[in-house]
Structures are given as C-alpha cells and as structure tokens.
C-alpha cells in the first residue's frame, strides 16, 4: 500500500495528472469533491460554516452560496477560519476512504488531489496544533507529488476554466491572484516533496513525466513497509 499526496497550486495541473494516473491504475479522491459533500445541508461542516460566518452566507434554497463564502473567506481574510472548520473534516474523510481502498487491495497506490496539503499542516502549526492529525503530515501521507508551473500558466488555467468565455477575466484573475497569495509558493514546497511533475511543457511532457513515475509508485506500494509511515 502506498498513500500519495498529489499537490500543486490552483492552475498547476494537479487534477489533469491525477487523471492520467487513474488510467493507469491508481486509487484517486479529489479533497475538492469530498469538502463541497461536507459542505452540503445537514453535514457537521455546514452548521459550523453557519454558526461562524452567519446566515449570510446560506442561499434561500438552504445550500451554502459558495460564492459569498469565498468573498469573505479569501478576500474578507477569513480563510484561517474557513480552513479550521473543513480541513479536519475532509482529512478524517480522506482517512477513511484510503482505508477502505487498502482493505479491498492492499498493493493499491492511493491518491488524494489536494492544493492544500503543505498550506493545512502550516495552519495547523500556526494555530498550535503541532501534536493534532493536521499537523503530523507524514503520519498520513507516504510520498508526496508536487506538480508546479510559473504563476502566470496557473493563472491564465485557472480564468480560462473559470470564465472560458472571457466574460469577467479581471475578476477571475483577482480571485487567481488572491488565492495564490494564500498558498505556499513552488520553491518553498519542492524540497519537501518526494516527486516533483514540471507543467511547463504540453500535455504529451506532462504525461511522459507520469508514465516515468507510475512504476516507481507501484513499486514502493509493493515493499509492503510499516502502513504508518514510509519515512
């Protein structure tokens, strides 16, 4: 078994490599995916969402307006508070999931796609939780795959998916912009990776690179090494 970290900043390209990494085998969640279900009516999420950033944030239908809440989260400097509500949530999540993966296949290689990762242990220091599940990184991920690219291919990435029909760019290059500067830049977050995907280059380069890297991850998972860690 191997549990992967599989990182990058918004724009990066993370989710296109943990694609190609599926088709050849590899267990995949993205933590996006498991943060919006944790975020829905009813989820413990949710009613901490609610109870910290008010009612303003709930739409009539009852479903949380995303939208708003980013608006105070990243541009409000509320992220810290809206990080310490779903973080742990969507961690434990990830801890489940990956143990359901290894006991239907104990050779699996499985990946959790997350933008995050550096940046939530950073937090969790930050906040005096050095002892807690946020804070001991390596108790929870056994190698770590950064994919990076310069800060203007991810931002151009990230408007084109945003508003791919050009319809408020600046805005969308604001938010870019804003989101970047809450994350950990590539060179402070290379040296502690274990593998590092450059997307500099078309989708062929990218995808030679994961080719090149999908045995060598198939064959840690096979080493059979302590499940808590591969330090």
Do not use: C
Request: charge should be neutral; aromatic fraction near 4%; proline fraction near 4%.
């Amino acid at each position: 078994m191997l549990r992967v970290g599989l990182t990058g900043g918004l724009g990066s390209g993370k989710s296109t490599v943990a694609a190609m990494l599926r088709e050849l085998g590899a267990e995949v969640i993205e933590s996006d995916e498991l943060g919006r279900t944790l975020m829905e009516p009813g989820q413990s999420a949710f009613n901490q969402i609610v109870r910290v950033f008010g009612d303003a944030v709930v739409m009539p239908d009852g479903r949380l307006d995303r939208a708003r809440l980013a608006e105070l989260a990243f541009r409000g400097g509320r992220v810290k508070e809206l990080n310490a509500i779903v973080h742990p949530a969507v961690i434990e999540a990830q801890r489940q999931w990956m143990d359901d993966v290894f006991a239907r296949d104990p050779a699996a290689v499985a990946v959790v796609v997350t933008a995050l990762l550096f940046e939530v242990e950073r937090d969790a220091r930050a906040g005096g939780a050095s002892s807690s599940v946020l804070a001991e990184l390596r108790e929870r991920i056994d190698r770590i795959i950064l994919v990076t690219a310069p800060d203007d291919a991810k931002i151009a990435r990230y408007v084109a998916r945003i508003s791919p029909a050009a319809i408020n760019r600046e805005v969308a290059e604001a938010d870019a912009r804003s989101r970047l500067a809450h994350q950990i830049p590539d060179s402070e977050k290379a040296p502690r990776a274990d593998y590092l995907l450059e997307n500099t280059g078309g989708i062929a380069a990218l995808r030679a690179q994961v080719a090149e890297l999908w045995p060598r991850l198939k064959q840690e998972s096979n080493l059979k090494l302590n499940p808590r860690s591969l330090k």
